[in-house]
């Protein structure tokens, strides 16, 4: 056999003499210390890890809202006898499911007509819905159809039961969230 470096045989192990014994001692609290510290950031991880959830549920609605919104008006432009009621139930039986339970209970639907107000529009999900063909003043070609749709925030905010002011350890959640969209008649 040949021999290495420090003068031993190859092939058998040899203890480094320049380390020492690295389990602690008797009296010493090295495991207890590693235990304080894991539970330490441990908890503040899963605040930073709950809250991060809770936003991306927030963005979520938004997102299913903004979407909403566009199917809206683009409803409302194509469907020139569409009234606001019509309106509010085209939205809510084609969004997110996160945005439209219980039959939009939490929806505000508010549509205009090149800056009049038509009104606030209320969903019905019962029956089959149909779009009007027919009434009495259609909108021309090239108005303008606004939608303002704005939704209430408690049915996706887990962290805090407050619908008035929701926070969690003093980071607040937006009440309420809102979108508008225009579109031109066809």
């Known amino acids: 056999m040949g021999r290495n470096y420090s003068g031993c045989v190859k092939g058998h ?29 441990l908890t503040v991880a899963l ?14 609605a938004a997102l299913a809202l903004g979407q909403m919104n566009y199917q809206g008006a683009r409803f409302a432009a194509v469907n020139q006898c569409a009234a606001p009621d019509d309106v509010a139930t085209y939205m809510v ?14 929806l505000t639907v508010n549509v205009s007509n090149n800056g009049t107000a038509l009104g606030a529009g209320t969903a019905t999900c019962t029956g089959t819905f149909t779009p009007p063909t027919t009434c009495g003043s259609p909108r021309k070609f090239g108005d303008s ?5 704005a939704f209430k925030t408690a049915p996706v905010i887990f962290l805090s039961k407050s619908t008035t002011n929701p926070s969690f350890l003093g980071i607040p959640f937006p009440t309420q969230l809102t979108s508008t969209e225009t579109a031109m008649s066809e």
Do not use: H, K, W
């Open 13 to 41: 192990r040899v203890r480094n003499r320049y380390v020492t014994d690295v389990r602690p001692r008797e009296g010493t609290a090295f495991s207890g210390q590693a235990m304080v510290e894991f539970a330490l950031v």
């Open 47 to 60: 605040i930073v890890l709950f809250v991060a959830i809770q936003m991306a549920f927030i963005g979520q």
């Open 93 to 106: 039986l084609n969004g997110s499911p996160t945005i439209t339970r219980n039959c939009g209970s939490s």
């Open 145 to 149: 159809i606004q939608v303002s749709v």
